[in-house]
């Protein structure tokens, strides 16, 4: 930099803080203004997790987990990897391990350490928080506005902007969606937001509600389509969530959108073949009830067996019929659940609508990151990273904007 320069970055959580630290280690003064009264407030209820950083799978299989917008998101996370990521955290005092299915985690499965010790390394580098304010647009000349606490409007310069305020999924902690209108006073190009990573309704029995709501199904296979997927799911009063459902949660989405319902399908023992179900089932069952019996021969607890019995009369009475329905019970799913109790969005700025420096196009000088993109991504430390990547990402092409704007022409 050949003048100092100032920038404003526009929300407090993993994008808004990476992109405030980029930018302040380029040499440029920075502020971040929040509308909660601490930045990274959503960064600490993912820590209630144990704070899944990131994933530690190659790249080549990474990339894919980001869906269709892969070639737009792909080359932040590229230059921001999850190595770096894990590398970042160490520095701050937080070394990784990675699980075994693995996803990352700091070895103290807290977020209030790293956070601290962030803050602690902004403040070291000058940059500066303005909290409780309310980002409102732009005026006539370009100068930002905001809506202090006190009710108070007030107007700030900046000479680039970084737009980081999430997407609509926790509206308690900041993320509400309200940038959309204004940026769509703006002509930027918006996919509408939607619940991604988020539970699905069902329309259970009374039984099945009341008796199971709560209670895990676990080494399940489900399937959508062509699409399956295995992992866990939870049944709850009007549905299902858990890691499963949420990744079939794009299929599920496209589906609904066309009709009012769609089917999904569970495999409840897919680690075995139907043969070797039926085989077992087979065996002599004595004066041991139905359920007992499949509870021991293929380890189906009472929340499976009754799954299976949901909608039907009684389950078939020879093995092989009744291993089918083991390892394919349909299930009528009618919605996704509201945004406001999802994990993250879809949605969000179109990707046409942003250069190769996560510059709007529309408005030279303003930069966006994180969840504000259209892209989505399953749980399992695919969606922190791609917010530090993406803040990282707009940040770098703020410095080279800022750069090129005092270079001699």
């Known amino acids: 930099m050949t003048t100092k320069h100032t920038a404003a970055v526009i929300g407090g959580g993993p994008a808004g803080l990476m992109a405030a630290e980029t930018l302040a280690r380029g040499g440029v003064t920075v502020t971040v203004y929040d509308r909660m009264p601490n930045p990274g407030r959503k960064f600490l209820l993912a820590g209630r997790g144990g704070l899944n950083l990131t994933h530690s799978e190659p790249m080549a299989a990474f990339l894919p987990r980001y869906g269709t917008p892969a070639e737009h998101i792909g080359p932040a996370l590229e230059a921001y990897t999850p190595e770096m990521l894990r590398a970042w955290a160490h520095e701050l005092g937080e070394t990784t391990f990675a699980g075994t299915s693995g996803r990352v ?36 000349g370009g100068e930002l506005t ?32 309200g940038w959309v209108p204004l940026l769509a006073q703006r002509d930027i190009q918006i996919t509408p937001l939607t619940a991604a990573n988020c539970g699905v309704t069902v329309a259970w029995s009374e039984m099945f509600r009341s008796r199971f709501a709560g209670v895990p199904l676990k080494r399940i296979a489900l399937s959508v389509g062509c699409t399956s997927v295995r992992g866990e799911a939870m049944v709850t009063a009007g549905g299902l969530e858990g890691g499963a459902v949420y990744e079939l949660g794009p299929a599920i989405r496209a589906l609904l959108a066309r009709q009012s319902s769609c089917s999904i399908t569970f495999d409840l023992r897919p680690d075995f073949s139907q043969d070797d179900l039926a085989a077992r089932i087979a065996r002599l069952r004595g004066k ?89 991504a399953p749980t399992g430390g695919y969606l922190l990273q791609a917010c530090f990547s993406t803040g990282h990402a707009a940040a770098l092409g703020a410095l080279t904007y800022l750069d090129s704007a005092t270079s001699p022409r």
């Not at 103290?108 to 601290?116: F, G, H, N, Q």
């Open 105 to 140: 985690f700091p070895k103290s499965l807290k977020a209030s350490p790293l956070l601290r010790a962030w803050l602690g390394r902004l403040n070291d580098l000058g940059v500066r928080f303005e909290r409780g304010m309310q980002w409102t647009g732009w005026k006539s």
């Open 146 to 177: 905001f809506v202090a606490r006190d009710g108070e409007g007030r107007s700030v310069h900046a000479n680039a902007t970084v737009l980081a305020l999430g997407g609509a999924s926790w509206p308690k902690l900041g993320s509400d969606g």
């Open 288 to 376: 041991q009830s139905l359920s007992n019996h499949l509870r021991k021969v293929a380890g189906l607890p009472p929340v499976a067996i009754a799954l299976m019995r949901e909608g039907q009369q009684a389950l078939p009475a020879d093995p092989a019929s009744l291993a089918r329905t083991v390892k394919a019970v349909p299930l009528t799913v009618t919605g996704l659940s509201p945004i406001d109790r999802a994990i993250s969005t879809a949605g969000g700025i179109a990707w046409a609508g942003l250069d190769a420096r996560y510059m709007l196009r529309r408005l030279p000088g303003v930069f966006a990151a994180g969840e504000m993109l259209d892209w989505e």
